[in-house]
């Protein structure tokens, strides 16, 4: 456990800190908490939820988070990746459905580190991470349009295309003072940059917006409206747990789990760029699994790395977890002292903002070098973003995931069909130019596992049976899984039947070891293993004489 689990804080505590430094990250941690306030009430009103726990996740868990985590900057709270997820779960299962399953998730982020399967989350497949990231950013998009226009709608479809289909038929009852403010607050996000990089343009926009809206008496749908009062504190609550929840719950929780151990790891690898670390991705796995075990029961929603406040921090100075801290704890006073004055907000002006974030998440460039890719790349990237906005984002992670892993397959079994042509006789090895003709000589071109096992066996069998003794040279065999393993075994009983006799040249320990383990000495004796080559043929040779 100690040798997993070693929080980056910690580690900096026992080095020491500069005083420089530390300034820096409290400076750097209150922009990031200005930054992560707009982000935090929007992300749980998209979610389907109250805008108090967007807070209290970005509270609790960020705090949590960059105590724990392995990285030095990685800011932890609600994501737009989470908001699919978690309007899926209330709708279906209710609050007490989100907590338990978020709960689960956690735990089982838990056992991912414990386990270091850390390493393992870093292999998903970029083309079908572009995939589910661009198709919930469509997703995202499609579910502001109610807001953004104002519409009257008092049930939106859960559905990509019914919510399409319900926008366009009271689409003539749009409020052009929603629309208006939507495409002012787009405007202030996006080019608000030009003029300063100090204020985030979502916390501008929803600053003015807001006060134009209330002094002007503007008529359009706020957060009161929806939620009425934002509270100003937050308690410890048990949810119901019923019994079956187990199984229940266990697919929305492998799936937050999944996306949320994605992302964390995604954003803390950004982040090393960024400042030349390494994080400590076992250590980032529990750390969030602690987050998303204790924030429900303080009434947050899932929570895991974020790539832009994480980026935010890192651009402001923002070098150790003290400006994580301090980023929870400006959110916390936040809420404690002006959390009265987030009812005021208007919906549309959090549409406006989580716009700007679908696009910002949509990886245009990433998916359109992909579509000029290989093949198979474009198949993961496509079949997972279609199934993403059109099914449902659990199915979508799923399916690429085995996608992946059988595209994966027929690339190693290409690979090995192109190695295979490494069938040296005895006619073609010009060091060796007294050879018997009774003697055939295979090399595998290398690891002998599921993909290539059939045919390696083939060409094995039909070459052995042409020789009475066979030398299979394995120095580029690095590994054998059992598939292979029972298709040599039974082609060497194959020979051994027609008395042709094997000889194994080079095997590695590894290899070795499980040969012996399989019981091979029954069909090839001990002194049939040579170490090298050139005792392979002398050997050979002695056999055939």
Same mark, same amino acid.
């Given at each position: 456990?100690?040798?997993?689990?070693?929080?980056?804080?910690?580690?900096?505590?026992?080095?020491?800190?500069?005083?420089?430094?530390?300034?820096?990250?409290?400076?750097?941690?209150?922009?990031?908490?200005?930054?992560?306030?707009?982000?935090?009430?929007?992300?749980?009103?998209?979610?389907?939820?109250?805008?108090?726990?967007?807070?209290?996740?970005?509270?609790?868990?960020?705090?949590?988070?960059?105590?724990?985590?392995?990285?030095?900057?990685?800011?932890?709270?609600?994501?737009?990746?989470?908001?699919?997820?978690?309007?899926?779960?209330?709708?279906?299962?209710?609050?007490?459905?989100?907590?338990?399953?978020?709960?689960?998730?956690?735990?089982?982020?838990?056992?991912?580190?414990?386990?270091?399967?850390?390493?393992?989350?870093?292999?998903?497949?970029?083309?079908?991470?572009?995939?589910?990231?661009?198709?919930?950013?469509?997703?995202?998009?499609?579910?502001?349009?109610?807001?953004?226009?104002?519409?009257?709608?008092?049930?939106?479809?859960?559905?990509?295309?019914?919510?399409?289909?319900?926008?366009?038929?009271?689409?003539?009852?749009?409020?052009?003072?929603?629309?208006?403010?939507?495409?002012?607050?787009?405007?202030?996000?996006?080019?608000?940059?030009?003029?300063?990089?100090? %204020? !985030?343009? @979502? &916390?501008?926009?929803? +600053?003015?917006?807001?006060?134009?809206? #209330? $002094?002007? /008496?503007?008529?359009? =749908?706020?957060?009161?409206?929806?939620?009425?009062? %934002? !509270?100003? @504190? &937050?308690?410890?609550? +048990?949810?119901?747990?019923?019994?079956? #929840? $187990?199984? /229940?719950?266990?697919? =929305?929780?492998?799936?937050?789990?999944?996306?949320?151990?994605?992302? @964390?790891?995604?954003?803390?690898?950004?982040?090393?760029?960024?400042?030349?670390?390494?994080?400590?991705?076992?250590?980032?796995?529990?750390?969030?699994?602690?987050?998303?075990?204790?924030?429900?029961?303080?009434?947050?929603?899932?929570?895991?790395?974020?790539?832009?406040?994480?980026?935010?921090?890192?651009?402001?100075?923002?070098?150790?977890?003290?400006?994580?801290?301090?980023?929870?704890?400006?959110?916390?006073?936040?809420?404690?002292?002006?959390?009265?004055?987030?009812?005021?907000?208007?919906?549309?002006?959090?549409?406006?903002?989580?716009?700007?974030?679908?696009?910002?998440?949509?990886?245009?460039?990433?998916?359109?070098?992909?579509?000029?890719?290989?093949?198979?790349?474009?198949?993961?990237?496509?079949?997972?973003?279609?199934?993403?906005?059109?099914?449902?984002?659990?199915?979508?992670?799923?399916?690429?995931?085995?996608?992946?892993?059988?595209?994966?397959?027929?690339?190693?079994?290409?690979?090995?069909?192109?190695?295979?042509?490494?069938?040296?006789?005895?006619?073609?090895?010009?060091?060796?130019?007294?050879?018997?003709?009774?003697?055939?000589?295979?090399?595998?071109?290398?690891?002998?596992?599921?993909?290539?096992?059939?045919?390696?066996?083939?060409?094995?069998?039909?070459?052995?049976?042409?020789?009475?003794?066979?030398?299979?040279?394995?120095?580029?065999?690095?590994?054998?899984?059992?598939?292979?393993?029972?298709?040599?075994?039974?082609?060497?009983?194959?020979?051994?039947?027609?008395?042709?006799?094997?000889?194994?040249?080079?095997?590695?320990?590894?290899?070795?070891?499980?040969?012996?383990?399989?019981?091979?000495?029954?069909?090839?004796?001990?002194?049939?293993?040579?170490?090298?080559?050139?005792?392979?043929?002398?050997?050979?040779?002695?056999?055939?004489?």
């Amino acid at each position: 456990m100690e040798f997993i689990f070693k929080p980056k804080l910690f580690s900096l505590l026992k080095r020491g800190m500069q005083k420089e430094q530390v300034y820096k990250d409290i400076l750097s941690g209150i922009v990031v908490g200005i930054v992560a306030l707009p982000l935090a009430i929007a992300f749980a009103v998209a979610s389907g939820v109250s805008p108090e726990k967007g807070l209290i996740t970005a509270i609790v868990a960020g705090l949590i988070i960059s105590i724990l985590g392995g990285s030095r900057v990685q800011i932890g709270g609600p994501t737009g990746a989470f908001i699919v997820i978690v309007f899926g779960i209330v709708s279906r299962y209710g609050i007490d459905g989100l907590i338990i399953s978020t709960i689960m998730a956690g735990i089982l982020l838990v056992i991912f580190g414990l386990l270091k399967f850390g390493d393992l989350l870093k292999y998903i497949p970029h083309p079908l991470v572009v995939g589910f990231t661009s198709g919930i950013a469509l997703v995202i998009f499609s579910t502001q349009i109610k807001d953004a226009l104002a519409l009257p709608i008092e049930q939106v479809p859960a559905d990509f295309l019914g919510k399409w289909n319900v926008y366009f038929t009271h689409m003539d009852q749009l409020r052009l003072s929603a629309l208006l403010i939507t495409l002012i607050t787009i405007g202030i996000t996006v080019f608000s940059k030009k003029i300063t990089n100090k %204020i !985030p343009g @979502s &916390f501008i926009a929803i +600053i003015l917006v807001t006060a134009v809206v #209330f $002094i002007f /008496k503007i008529q359009v =749908p706020t957060i009161e409206t929806f939620f009425g009062d %934002i !509270p100003k @504190s &937050f308690q410890f609550q +048990i949810p119901h747990f019923e019994s079956g #929840f $187990i199984v /229940k719950y266990i697919q =929305p929780a492998i799936v937050i789990a999944l996306l949320g151990g994605i992302e @964390s790891l995604l954003s803390a690898t950004v982040s090393d760029g960024m400042i030349g670390g390494n994080h400590r991705s076992n250590t980032e796995l529990i750390a969030q699994g602690i987050a998303n075990i204790v924030t429900p029961f303080f009434g947050g929603i899932p929570a895991t790395g974020a790539i832009a406040r994480t980026a935010t921090n890192v651009k402001n100075g923002g070098r150790t977890p003290v400006s994580g801290i301090i980023h929870a704890l400006t959110l916390l006073s936040i809420m404690l002292f002006f959390g009265q004055f987030a009812k005021l907000i208007p919906m549309s002006c959090l549409a406006g903002i989580l716009i700007v974030v679908s696009f910002n998440m949509s990886e245009i460039k990433s998916f359109r070098a992909i579509l000029k890719g290989h093949l198979f790349d474009k198949i993961i990237l496509l079949t997972t973003f279609v199934l993403t906005v059109l099914v449902d984002l659990t199915v979508a992670i799923e399916v690429g995931i085995v996608l992946s892993s059988l595209l994966f397959m027929k690339r190693m079994s290409d690979i090995a069909e192109k190695r295979i042509d490494h069938i040296i006789d005895t006619d073609v090895i010009d060091d060796y130019t007294d050879l018997p003709s009774q003697l055939g000589i295979y090399e595998i071109g290398g690891p002998l596992f599921f993909a290539s096992a059939r045919r390696y066996s083939e060409l094995i069998r039909e070459l052995g049976i042409k020789r009475e003794v066979l030398i299979l040279r394995m120095r580029h065999v690095s590994f054998i899984d059992q598939t292979g393993l029972q298709a040599l075994l039974s082609t060497l009983e194959i020979l051994k039947s027609q008395n042709i006799s094997i000889i194994f040249s080079g095997v590695n320990e590894e290899v070795l070891e499980k040969l012996h383990i399989s019981n091979i000495g029954r069909i090839v004796p001990e002194e049939n293993f040579c170490d090298s080559f050139q005792h392979s043929i002398e050997k050979a040779k002695t056999m055939i004489k």
